[in-house]
């Protein structure tokens, strides 16, 4: 007769899953533990949004960046694409990929601070999986719903339309970018509001998500760097190549720019930074330049 | 005035996804080049299904595999999982690591071997990212659909019920492990037909995944060695060991068995190994050993 004793890496999960803490339930047929993940189907009139988003040590997090932060970056990160998507998040799956057991510690903090965050927002890690990479990985896939044909993308924006970003730019740097947090009240507000004709969230750069929102949209655009709202020792070239902001730029026709500078209920900073153009008449920046961190320079 | 250039990844994203062909676009909103795919909900008798799965050059494939061969798996692999769920796939984002430039060729025939399976199936990839890593990685993530409330996990399995496996086991290298066929039309059979107690599939080896089965169910089990059907050249050992067989494994309860035996529409092999037993009884396997490969050792 034999035991069947956990393998490692079943022990592993279990302690890391742990970590996750008490899962919210409502709607969840099997979490983990299982080979899949069943949720039980959403309102019919939402739409499903769906979206993956990784960090890699040596290149979104550092050897001395805390480990919660690297876990709780991975995560933010994905959070943000569901903002700019005026989605709310619903259910995450988690693969982290680590090298041996003496970097498991350092792991067990990431998934920590993950699971700090996913519980702030009452959302459900139901699954995921390790693998073995020479370098520390988290790599987060995220569902959530959106009301149906309600969300915008990249290639609504109109030539007129004027250019919006919330909050301050310039500053993701030393640390910002490890605790910043996804603007998802802000873009569920403004989809569910019909303000935005384009939307993405800023990742690498005014200089760099400026051209991809102009390229779907087929249009030009004027930006006046004196608008640029700058955090604390920032310049406006840091806010167009710095990257990691991830802040929502968004384009609204003008008819409903009165409406939506009245009507908005945040905090956070919103501003007019420019307007689209045709395209013909290209792309203007008071020669602030447009490229942005490119991950595989 | 400025240009727009795309930055290189961009461009990078821009070639590979063509390597993706023309995706079926029935219910899909928003695809690649957006920040998130945004899909139109499924009939409300759905669950959904989550998955998440990676493949690492170095531990899932070798520098030699060819890349094709390695895409494949990385798509084939999450499909296994869904399979064991009984769902139906409907859309992929993919997550591709990669070390560098001169890596770029290697990565992008990966795509095409994944693109080819996704459209085999037609399963559309909606979205993913590059991420920049020590090694290739690919990182499949799935969403899936199985009737509502019928997705078997791995703790139904009660005294008494059957176990049975599909295919033929212990003959996975050097080749099937990168080119099987995921077993998803016997898993929806099986689970629209409501046969098993319990389901997962093989992919650890029978010696690991077994006590998981047996874990969740919190059951004992017999197995009868004589009986594990073998591919060629392997042994009852290697069934146990080697892992990465990629069929399934579930328990029937006996009433249901004869009309499984008798209704089972495909040419994979079907066959009893064993049964499961009070949980105080044990876990017999005429002493083969009870642990798999185990990715973290």
């Not at 995220?142 to 044909?149: A, D, E």
Request: positive net charge.
């Amino acid at each position: 007769m034999n035991q069947t004793p956990p393998t490692r890496e079943d022990f592993w999960i279990h302690r890391w899953t742990l970590a996750l803490g008490r899962q919210p339930s409502k709607g969840i047929r099997h979490s983990i533990g299982h080979d899949c993940a069943v949720l039980s189907p959403f309102s019919s009139q939402l739409d499903l949004v769906l979206k993956t988003d990784a960090v890699v040590e040596g290149v979104h997090f550092s050897p001395s960046t805390p480990a919660p932060l690297a876990g709780r970056k991975a995560l933010a990160r994905a959070l943000s694409d569901l903002a700019a998507a005026g989605a709310t998040p619903r259910a995450a799956l988690l693969t982290a990929g680590c090298p041996n057991a003496r970097s498991a510690p350092r792991l067990r903090e990431a998934y920590r601070g993950l699971a700090r965050l996913a519980k702030k927002i009452n959302l459900p890690v139901v699954g995921g999986e390790t693998v073995r990479t020479r370098q520390l990985l988290l790599s987060v896939s995220l569902l959530g719903t959106v009301p149906k044909n309600t969300s915008p993308n990249r290639s609504g924006a109109k030539p007129g339309h004027l250019l919006f970003v919330t909050g301050k730019l310039g500053g993701s740097w030393p640390r910002r970018h490890l605790t910043f947090h996804p603007r998802l009240a802000e873009g569920q507000w403004l989809v569910r509001n019909k303000f935005p004709s384009a939307m993405l969230d800023l990742s690498d750069g005014l200089g760099a998500d400026l051209p991809r929102l102009a390229r779907s949209s087929r249009i030009g655009f004027r930006i006046d760097p004196g608008q640029i709202p700058l955090s604390p020792r920032a310049t406006p070239k840091l806010a167009f190549t710095r990257g990691e902001d991830y802040e929502l730029l968004f384009s609204v026709p003008p008819p409903l720019t009165p409406a939506l500078l009245r009507r908005w209920p945040f905090s956070t900073p919103l501003t007019i930074i420019g307007s689209c153009l045709p395209i013909r008449q290209g792309c203007h920046t008071g020669g602030l330049p447009l490229r942005g961190y490119d991950h595989l320079r």
